[in-house]
């Protein structure tokens, strides 16, 4: 491959990186709550029943926020069902995962779990089988300090101080036939300025995500999002979006391009923002939530299958093995997010343990990373600061992706993909430029040069790789390492220009120690 080019100028900045970016998504499904981050009984558990293995995981992993309890769950949960002493709270028949939820685990726990993982929580709230009132009497009972019915039932119940949640998101996909009261655009639009509005009366301190479409490739996008905003635009600061990127084709190329797409649906999304504001003549900018995206396609089954299989608690379904090619995929996806720091501003990572997650784990046994885990944890452990503007000089090649949905499977024509995908982020505090770079040729090493302007004086501090011969490698229980980084030899600073070489279907992360 010839050289591939990239021009940088420390002056010029895309945004600054939120740190609730790096977030990700725990919901009562399969294993992720009972056998993933809570089992009792387990020999690392804590007296609250906290895997302390999986904590270990999450700290390195470092997720900045973390959405509960759902997804699907949320649109036919009681939030008052997962409160009170756990041995008087009710089971209940989970018509989205078609299990039978205990409700051991609740707001309470993951409120403590969130803190001793130093992690902060966002709550969504039921607007499905739910309403306006049951959302507000939430936010009464977690953030309210004390003297009304519902802050001292919190009291009551052994949480003196208020959780103080200051991020929620009212309701979830309410626009797929999937969900449990799924509502047109006007029927949502209504009940969520409703909850907005009596939600911040009690906190006006508080932030509140809309849902937008359940996807790009929904009948409904663009219009959803549109109709939702002109309802809710006044009471909330973000819009919501999700993607699962798959390789249901088996064409690896297609895959390696397809977080490309996750660009496109980033700008049309703000377009539609933007049109809403600029209908009211107003200056506020409505922000992204990226509050589920994850590759995903094996484990997809529908709820027909699921049913067949009566009513389990935590059954483990949607355990997604995540391969070396999933990895480099995912990277793309860190990547383009951090590429549109100015208006992504949340992000959630979907899921946390088991359930299409970077962490497995055994019940009764081990937790180990997936190869997903790798690219996440140097995403948020070096991806906070300022994403700067990057010119890249890179051949292409073509693809089709393709998106199956039943009658209408969708192929999106990419005719241009760059075989190189990059971000670089300056953190001035630490005095430090990362390069989180993805090479996309499965067969030929790249030549890099990246013209860094304006930084003067630079040092390599540490320079990674993610590869493996086989990009269908996994890590197991018995081979938990069998695909993780590795140096990155051969990486040099010559003046204002840095050198490497990075390995054919390779993810890399780069980090230069610059003068302040």
Request: charged share 25%; proline share 6%; net charge neutral.
């Amino acid at each position: 491959m010839r050289n591939v080019d990239v021009l940088l100028h420390r002056d010029f900045e895309i945004g600054v990186t939120d740190r609730r970016l790096f977030g990700a998504f725990i919901e009562h499904l399969g294993r992720c709550v009972y056998g993933g981050i809570y089992e009792p009984g387990h020999k690392t558990a804590d007296k609250q029943g906290f895997r302390r293995d999986v904590l270990e995981l999450v700290r390195e992993l470092a997720p900045t926020i973390m959405r509960y309890p759902g997804g699907n769950f949320v649109s036919g949960y009681n939030w008052e069902d997962g409160v009170g002493p756990a041995d008087g709270r009710p089971r209940r028949l989970d018509l989205a995962w078609m299990s039978t939820e205990p409700n051991s685990f609740g707001t309470n726990e993951f409120i403590d779990w969130c803190r001793q993982a130093g992690i902060e929580p966002m709550l969504a709230v039921n607007l499905g089988t739910r309403n306006a009132d049951a959302a507000r009497n939430l936010v009464e009972y977690c953030n309210h300090p004390k003297g009304t019915a519902l802050s001292d039932l919190r009291r009551k119940h052994g949480w003196e101080k208020p959780h103080a949640v200051k991020f929620w998101c009212l309701g979830n996909e309410m626009d797929g036939p999937w969900q449990m009261e799924s509502k047109t655009a006007v029927e949502y639009g209504r009940i969520a300025v409703e909850a907005a509005k009596m939600m911040k009366w009690i906190d006006p301190s508080i932030e509140l995500a809309a849902c937008g479409s359940s996807g790009r490739n929904m009948p409904t996008f663009g219009a959803w999002e549109d109709t939702v905003l002109e309802h809710s635009f006044e009471h909330v600061e973000y819009i919501s979006l999700h993607t699962y990127i798959n390789n249901y084709a088996g064409d690896t190329p297609a895959f390696l391009g397809a977080c490309d797409l996750m660009d496109s649906f980033i700008d049309e999304v703000v377009a539609i923002a933007d049109a809403v504001a600029a209908r009211r003549r107003s200056n506020k900018r409505v922000m992204l939530s990226f509050d589920e995206w994850n590759v995903w396609y094996r484990t997809r089954r529908y709820r027909k299958e699921r049913v067949k299989e009566g009513w389990p608690v935590a059954p483990p379904i949607l355990e997604e093995i995540y391969n070396m090619e999933d990895a480099l995929a995912f990277g793309g996806a860190c990547i383009s997010l951090l590429n549109h720091a100015d208006r992504v501003k949340a992000g959630c990572l979907a899921q946390l343990v088991n359930v299409i997650a970077p962490i497995m784990t055994e019940t009764g046994g081990p937790a180990w990373r997936q190869t997903i885990f790798h690219p996440f944890a140097h995403f948020s452990n070096f991806g906070r600061g300022r994403v700067l503007r990057t010119q890249v000089d890179s051949p292409t090649y073509a693809a089709k992706y393709f998106d199956p949905r039943g009658a209408q499977d969708l192929y999106y024509p990419l005719p241009s993909v760059p075989y190189l995908k990059l971000a670089a982020v300056h953190d001035d505090k630490a005095g430090m430029l990362t390069l989180f770079a993805l090479n996309r040729s499965l067969s030929e090493e790249m030549p890099l040069r990246v013209a860094a302007k304006g930084f003067g004086q630079m040092r390599v501090d540490s320079a990674l790789q993610l590869r493996h011969a086989d990009l269908q490698a996994i890590n197991t229980r018995e081979a938990p390492d069998r695909v993780a980084p590795a140096p990155l030899d051969g990486v040099r600073v010559d003046g204002e220009q840095l050198h490497a070489t990075l390995k054919p279907a390779s993810w890399n992360v780069i980090r230069v120690t610059i003068a302040r």
